[in-house]
């Protein structure tokens, strides 16, 4: 069964600095998915970033990119020039790239905050 | 259209009450999802509907009844539920089958605030 690890419970970071949060994961796939999810305090959860894994190049999007090593197993995000707005939870999803659902399987959750 | 609506926002109720949670959606997607979320937590799957048939149960108590009688709208009947059940219950929705990379997003709703007195 894959499994996926958000060992940082809290994290906060100065606004406009940057921050990575770290995401390791356990699958004996070759073929899946990997998610970044943010909810902030309103509580939606919103996708912030997504990677196939047969792609070797990270994914970016705007200020949020990703540190994807499929050998280790690890899928950081990091979040340049932090914005207020981005105190949230942040959830690393992964999803088998088999299967007519599209099941997520989430770590625990990095709470991020951000300082004025 | 990229939105999932959950109604109620709040609910709360007695152990002997019979209430139930809406979902609805019009992106055209196929697969849609309940999961309870409890403080701090991530969410936690409950129930997967494919082609407007249920997939997946997660050994989800009876209590808990879902429905799915269209392609846009999702239900969640609740009855006799206990105070343990009080949590964030978000639906979800996304694309199902073999669908190429780009559809592999699960767009959530809002959610509904269940508290079970």
């Known amino acids: 069964a894959q499994t996926v690890t958000q060992s940082q419970p809290e994290m906060s970071v100065q606004e406009a600095e940057t921050v990575t949060l770290s995401c390791t994961y356990d699958t004996s796939e070759s073929d899946y998915y990997l998610f970044w999810y943010k909810q902030p305090p309103s509580r939606q959860m919103i996708l912030v970033i997504r990677q196939e894994a047969y792609k070797q190049q990270n994914a970016t999007e705007n200020r949020f990119s990703v540190n994807f090593q499929k050998a280790a197993k690890s899928f950081s995000l990091k979040i340049s020039d932090s914005q207020l707005g981005d105190a949230a939870m942040y959830f690393c999803?992964?999803?088998?790239?088999?299967?007519?659902?599209?099941?997520?399987?989430f770590g625990k959750g990095t709470k991020l905050s951000v300082k004025p | 259209d990229t939105e999932v609506t959950q109604t109620p926002k709040h609910l709360v109720m007695g152990m002997t009450n019979k209430k139930s949670l809406k979902c609805e959606q019009h992106?055209?997607?196929?697969?849609m999802y309940w999961y309870k979320q409890k403080a701090k937590k991530p969410p936690e799957l409950m129930f997967v509907y494919s082609y407007e048939k249920l997939s997946i149960n997660e050994s989800v108590p009876s209590r808990f009844s879902p429905e799915c009688p269209n392609s846009s709208l999702l239900n969640l009947h609740l009855h006799a539920l206990q105070p343990e059940d009080s949590a964030l219950y978000l639906c979800a929705s996304s694309h199902a089958g073999g669908a190429p990379s780009s559809y592999n997003e699960q767009f959530f709703g809002p959610g509904t605030r269940l508290t079970v007195l």
């Open positions: 999803a992964y999803r088998s790239f088999r299967g007519s659902q599209g099941n997520l399987i």
């Open positions: 992106m055209g997607h196929r697969a």
